[in-house]
């Protein structure tokens, strides 16, 4: 539904632009089809576990040609796309957690700790680069997407 929406959105925009030179600043306001879709912290859901999406420091997200999807929980992001991800099938983002800014999530570096508290309790967090994540969480096994999705234990019992 929210895409035929954005469609339209975009559809309406042209033809503003169309009418009147002005309006091609529209135009550049319209929802993006590609890179992260936007996330309505408290509004939105998980589409893999269905909880509301509160936390931008786990929050993930990924975009198949057919559809935007949102997740509260990097785990979730493996659990509902991580093979289309993984593969290049689908894009995927998640956000590094000191800046809370999108980072690919094929290219991101991934820690697991007990003491990370995520929403759906993996303990999975995100960073820009192995080092910021080593940092962050001196010690910790650094993985790759790759990783994760390879791993029986993405989910809480790691
Ligand atoms: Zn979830």
Do not use: K, N
């Not at 509160?54 to 991580?82: E, K, M, N, T």
């Not at 894009?91 to 980072?103: I, N, S």
């Not at 910021?132 to 029986?152: D, K, W």
């Amino acid at each position: 539904m929210r895409t035929i929406t954005r469609r339209r959105l975009i559809g309406l925009a042209a033809a503003a632009a169309a009418a009147a030179p002005g309006a091609w600043l529209l135009l550049e306001r319209a929802p993006a089809q590609s890179g992260p879709p936007e996330i309505r912290y408290g509004r939105d859901r998980c589409d893999a576990c269905g909880m509301l999406i509160s936390d931008p420091r786990y929050a993930a997200a990924a975009r198949r040609p057919d559809a935007a999807l949102r997740y509260d929980d990097i785990a979730c992001l493996v659990r509902g796309a991580g093979h289309a991800v993984a593969s290049g099938v689908a894009d995927g983002w998640v956000h590094d957690a000191a800046t809370e800014a999108w980072v690919e999530a094929r290219e991101a570096a991934y820690v697991r700790s007990p003491a990370i508290r995520t929403p759906m309790s993996s303990g999975l967090a995100a960073y820009a680069t192995a080092a910021q994540a080593l940092a962050a969480h001196p010690g910790a096994t650094v993985f790759t997407f790759a990783a994760l999705v390879g791993a029986p234990a993405a989910g809480p019992r790691g």
